[in-house]
T-cell receptor, first 113, second 116 residues
Framework: AQSVTQLGSHVSVSEGALVLLRCNYSSSVPPYLFWYVQYPNQGLQLLLKYTSAATLVKGINGFEAEFKKSETSFHLTKPSAHMSDAAEYFCAVSVNTGNQFYFGTGTSLTVIP | GAGVSQSPRYKVAKRGQDVALRCDPISGHVSLFWYQQALGQGPEFLTYFQNEAQLDKSGLPSDRFFAERPEGSVSTLKIQRTQQEDSAVYLC??????????????FGPGTRLTVT
């Protein structure tokens, strides 16, 4: 079975500080992993994806994530938070044997000026 | 269009009414997905289409939920005899399909359904 756990439903950081949003996955086969961002009243926008190539993945808006198989993790980071980063972030896993995506429960990021 | 569109954006239904939610995927995307997103939760899978074929409907919560994609493009999610627990945002997503799998999904803005 596949699942995603996002530790911390709410994260607050100061503007300019490091952003770290945690995601751990459970998958019996090599997964594809994704981070999406959702702004209020909008759909989900893809930030970045891991598809078994480089383990360090760079995405849009300065975000990146590192796939660590030994830790079954895919944490999202950004060196310096901007006010515009305040949003809901979702980690998702997909396996190559099917077409279902499994989403975490989300982490709400607040950026304090 | 450039992205996935959904209509209506907001829908208020009285309990017991039927509703129909529309999704226009990105042109050329073979795969289409419907999700239900409750307040404060992540999207929950409802159903999946590959072209016009509904290959997975394991996430549909009851037989009141029905989805179709008759020509392999536009899809409609229908909910019959709506209940209060159906209140949620319904998200549609589409993606490329190749080599036996779908790739990253592109989401529409969602339809917020409120059942009163």
């Amino acid at each position: 079975a596949q699942s995603v756990t996002q530790l911390g439903s709410h994260v607050s950081v100061s503007e300019g500080a490091l952003v770290l949003l945690r995601c751990n996955y459970s998958s019996s086969v090599p997964p594809y992993l994704f981070w999406y961002v959702q702004y209020p009243n909008q759909g989900l926008q893809l930030l970045l994806k891991y598809t078994s190539a480089a383990t360090l993945v760079k995405g849009i808006n300065g975000f990146e994530a590192e796939f660590k198989k030994s830790e079954t993790s895919f944490h999202l980071t950004k060196p310096s938070a901007h006010m515009s980063d305040a949003a809901e972030y979702f980690c998702a896993v997909s396996v190559n044997t099917g077409n279902q995506f499994y989403f975490g429960t989300g982490t709400s990021l607040t950026v304090i000026p | 269009g450039a992205g996935v569109s959904q209509s209506p954006r907001y829908k208020v239904a009285k309990r017991g009414q039927d509703v129909a939610l529309r999704c226009d995927p990105i042109s050329g995307h073979v795969s289409l997905f419907w999700y239900q997103q409750a307040l404060g939760q992540g999207p929950e899978f409802l159903t999946y289409f590959q072209n016009e074929a509904q290959l997975d409907k394991s996430g549909l919560p009851s037989d009141r939920f029905f989805a179709e994609r008759p020509e392999g493009s536009v899809s409609t999610l229908k909910i019959q005899r709506t209940q209060q627990e159906d209140s949620a945002v319904y998200l549609c997503a589409s993606s490329w399909y190749s080599g036996g799998r779908s790739y990253e999904q592109y989401f529409g803005p969602g339809t917020r359904l409120t059942v009163t």
